[in-house]
């Protein structure tokens, strides 16, 4: 485990005994304690105004942090706007903690668990834990970006989120060649800074336009990278041979790291150990995969993670299809929630009656609403875009990358969360980023003189986990055991005969992509399985 | 008869005690009465193929659709197997011939039992509607409607729903452009175009949502989606890549209509890929959907496709028809998803003289369902 803990209020000292392996820093009615230095962990600093200092990751791109006054009646906690590192919060024994891992938080402060209602609702909408909430009970989360600065002495708590980062701004660049050239130079120095003088490099790389070009700078740059791809066997090995065609062209060798049934079986349950909170997208247990095969040559992995995020990629389509095609009664918000495919609007054949009237109290749009309607004034990419930095990136493939890599001690370098380049990308007109039809077209001409032609133009493929074989092949009987008709009964939340069909593969909303069943099963499962392993409350 | 609300079991003298046929134990009116219609409908019957159609209420389909659906259910409806007086003979026969008296008593009912359950009839080959289409909407769904009420996911027609949006206009104001849309929306473009050839069926895949699933703008020959095919077709024009996919009935008109998008008002680049999907003959002839038949006619003169074989050209100069509603919307969604998948994977497949590429000539994509995904474009997001 790497990270910080804290706790303010009476007797704080004495709530937080030195836990095993913990350094540890006291103030007047506070305390925090930070582990894992020296390997990418967390630093406790004693400042010279006599606040202390908890900090990790790298600021202020990628790092959570907390400086506790020097009377000790008071906090401030940040966390970066990718959502990479959290921090965790409660108020628990007439004090108040904060930790930047969950696990850490929910054992040292003693909080008992039970879950919440509406963050298990929210996680069947989106297949991730919407923030502010997290599965527990009492336990919140700061949203990525966002800066919480709590009196204790005068019971006040005030959020505030750094919605200046993604504002469109303003005057806009004109010149699209120049912008070309500038977006090279801020890639090249981002890598640069990431890997500074570092000779062992990991990358992941999925065949797509964004972890290749990461690798391709860093292979121009010297460095000795070693490059890591999945192969999920015939016939859903579709983006394999686009990363051995990268590898071919950077001329280093690729390490190829199976994830079949039986792999993925295997590291189930150590994949969601290392969540903090679960994440039901196929593509986790691969992504552990990977870390695994990656530690046995280097400490430090890169990704592509956020390009499509930043750059306008394919998930932009459809909702400018939903936009032309939505009529008089169109609604923004809703058309996004469409996009997450999970149990939106199903809670009727899914919910126990029990959980469904819970549910009903709670509107789901809520956590998507914020993130679309900031930005009504600007444009519809920047909307769409800032929506998807916000809740498909932070909220869900920025802490799934970080936290998954940590697991084998990793650092996961992802170039693309760059505040500087973030903000950048908003003063380009949105027609250099989705030009018709072409997603990300600024980024694939930043990278012609870095990969070959058939990479960087080809159509979108994606990572895309063949989670519906998987459960209905080789892992059914996991499943099966995992989604027992008896543990469901007894946890009462889901139907049992409804998640019985799911699994017998007929899917009652009828779903024309029989894709869309396996990713329902997966986030089904991986809720499931992370209960077990991190409160075992579960039967599996 | 069950009651679809109560689930009360009413026999022909409780639902008919009154003036008009009800439930004895909610009071709610029957649509039908089997005893007397001569396709012998029940409301069991009707509400199933509602939600058969709809996929439990998930999907929203055409009364075309529904009408298939319950011409289905007409043509498969189980009988009383012929078998049962054969079986009887044989038990008394068993019973003279069999030793063991016990052994017989037993064997006799199981005989008998098996041979005279209902079964289905099995459709082999296309078959013909047994309800006309008039019929069905002037009798069966007009009673249906008046019982029970509207029918949730059932589509108005679509020159009612165009006279809808005629009628909210101000006098002299033309169909609305993409209504609601961010003005920008319009500055960008589609992956694909999907062409039908009758509106209602471009709606029923808006209304489900293919457009989205898909990024692809879905218009129709007669004008799907009126005020605003202008826009879309500007955009559609700003994608040097695009791809064209025809979607059409298996007749005269459709198996020419990939051809017809070549035309000066639809899509004359030649760089611009067409697609056709089908319905072919080739579909229908191998399977066991319902099919139309009509006048014999001739093929108009230039309007054979090379790719057409003479057995398809035989069957529709014959006045064999059918149309795309013959599908549920899943299948069809499913086949149109499918064939996009396989044209993606393939990215070649036969091109006829026209520069027509004819995505899998043979039925599997339309009959039979591979159950897993073919790879195609996707969000990941």
């Given amino acids: 485990m790497q990270g910080w803990i804290g706790c303010i209020g009476p007797d704080a000292s004495s709530a937080l005994e030195r836990p095993t392996g913990f350094d540890r820093l006291e103030g007047p009615h506070s305390v925090v304690a930070a582990t894992g230095a020296g390997k990418h962990g967390a630093t406790l600093s004693r400042m010279p105004d006599g606040q202390l200092r908890a900090e990790i990751g790298d600021f202020p791109s990628s790092g959570s942090s907390a400086e506790i006054s020097r009377d000790g009646t008071g906090v401030t906690l940040t966390c970066d706007p990718f959502g990479q590192h959290s921090v965790y919060t409660a108020h628990q024994g007439g004090r108040f903690w904060f930790a930047s891992d969950f696990d850490t938080l929910r054992l040292l402060a003693r909080i008992p668990l039970s879950v919440r209602a509406d963050a298990l609702h929210g996680y069947l909408c989106f297949s991730y834990v919407p923030t502010p909430t997290t599965l527990a009970e009492g336990i919140d989360r700061l949203p990525a970006g966002g800066r919480l600065a709590l009196r204790l002495s005068r019971n006040e708590s005030d959020v505030v989120r750094h919605e200046h980062v993604w504002d469109r701004r303003q005057p806009m660049l004109e010149d699209p060649e120049a912008a070309v050239c500038s977006l090279r130079e801020k890639l090249q120095t981002v890598v640069a800074r990431l890997a500074f003088e570092r000779q062992d490099i990991g990358v992941y790389l999925s065949g797509g336009l964004d972890s290749s070009l990461v690798a391709a700078i860093l292979a121009e740059m010297g460095t000795r990278i070693h490059l890591f791809a999945l192969d999920f066997g015939a016939p859903h090995d579709v983006e394999l041979p686009f990363a051995r065609r990268v590898a071919d062209h950077l001329n280093r060798p690729l390490h190829v790291v199976p994830a079949g049934p039986s792999e993925i079986e295997r590291a189930l349950f150590l994949t969601a150990e290392a969540m903090e909170q679960p994440f039901g997208d196929g593509v986790t247990v691969p992504l552990y995969l990977m870390g695994k095969a990656a530690s046995d040559y280097t400490d430090v992995v890169f990704n592509g993670e956020f390009g499509d995020q930043l750059f306008g990629g394919w998930a932009n389509k459809p909702m400018i299809a939903a936009e032309l095609y939505g009529g008089p009664d169109f609604s923004r918000e809703n058309a996004y929630m469409a996009t997450f495919h999970r149990f939106h609007g199903q809670a009727k054949t899914l919910y126990t009656p029990e959980f469904l009237r819970a549910a009903e109290q709670i509107d789901a749009v809520q956590w998507v609403r914020p993130a679309l309607a900031v930005q009504n004034k600007s444009d519809l990419l920047s909307a769409l875009r800032i929506a998807n930095l916000l809740l498909k990136g932070a909220q869900n493939i920025g802490p799934r990358a970080r936290q998954l890599a940590a697991a084998y001690c990793l650092k996961a370098c992802s170039p693309f969360c760059d505040v500087d380049l973030a903000q950048w990308t908003f003063s380009c007109p949105p027609d250099w980023l989705l030009r018709g039809a072409c997603e990300k077209h600024l980024l694939k001409r930043a990278a012609e003189p870095y990969l070959p032609a058939e990479i960087v133009w080809r159509e979108k493929r994606g990572m895309g986990a063949p989670t519906t074989e998987w459960c209905l092949g080789g892992l059914k009987r996991t499943v099966g055991r995992i989604l027992h008709p008896k543990r469901l009964k007894r946890d009462g939340w889901f139907r049992p005969e409804a998640v019985l069909e799911l699994c017998a593969g007929r899917d009652r909303t009828a779903d024309f992509r029989s894709r869309r069943l396996g990713e329902k099963i997966w986030a089904l499962l991986m809720l499931h399985v992370w209960l077990d392993v991190h409160t075992g409350i579960g039967g599996g | ?381």
């Fill in chain 2, 1 to 381: 008869m069950k009651c679809i609300h109560c689930s009360t079991d009413n026999n022909y003298k409780d639902r008919n005690s009154g003036s008009r046929s009800k439930c004895k134990q909610c009071h709610h009116p029957f649509a039908f009465e089997p005893k007397t219609d001569a396709l012998q409908m029940s409301d069991t019957m009707f509400e199933r193929a509602i939600k058969d159609v709809s996929a439990n209420d998930t999907l929203s389909f055409t009364s075309k659709q529904l009408w298939y659906e319950l011409n289905r259910r007409l043509l498969t409806r189980k009988t009383l197997s012929c078998g049962a007086p054969a079986a009887v003979l044989l038990g008394v026969a068993l019973l003279h011939c069999l030793p063991h008296f016990a052994v017989a008593l037993i064997a006799l009912p199981c005989i008998l039992m098996a041979a005279a359950a209902p079964k289905k009839r099995k459709m082999t080959g296309p078959q013909l509607p047994k309800l006309p289409y008039d019929k069905f909407e002037s009798t069966y769904l007009q009673k249906w409607v008046m019982a029970h009420g509207k029918i949730a996911r059932l589509l108005p027609a679509v020159s009612s729903s165009k006279a809808a949006i005629a009628d909210a206009l101000p006098p002299g104001a033309s169909f609305p452009s993409a209504q609601g849309a961010h003005p920008e929306a319009a500055s960008y473009s589609f992956d694909r175009a999907l062409v039908v050839d009758h509106a209602e069926t471009a709606a029923m895949l808006v209304a489900n949502h293919f457009h989205f699933e898909n990024n692809c703008a879905i218009l129709s020959l007669d004008g799907y989606p009126y005020g605003a095919t202008p826009t879309i077709m500007t955009m559609l024009a700003r994608n040097p890549s695009l791809q064209v996919f025809a979607l059409h009935d298996a007749c005269i008109e459709g198996c020419s209509m990939a051809r017809q998008l070549r035309s000066a008002d639809w899509f004359p680049n030649p760089f611009i890929r067409i697609i056709d999907l089908g319905m072919r003959p080739a579909h229908i002839l191998k399977s066991n959907l319902i099919a139309l038949r009509n006048a014999p006619r001739r093929f108009p003169v230039g309007t054979t496709s090379a790719s057409i074989t003479a057995e398809e050209i035989a069957w529709l100069e014959a006045g064999g028809a059918a149309e795309l509603d013959t599908l549920r919307p899943h299948k069809l969604m499913r086949a149109v998803y499918q064939g996009f998948a396989k044209y993606g994977q393939a990215a070649q497949g036969e091109i006829d003289d026209d520069g027509v590429v004819i995505v899998d000539s043979g039925p599997s994509i339309w009959v039979y369902d591979s159950g897993a995904d073919v790879y195609a474009a996707d969000s990941f997001g």
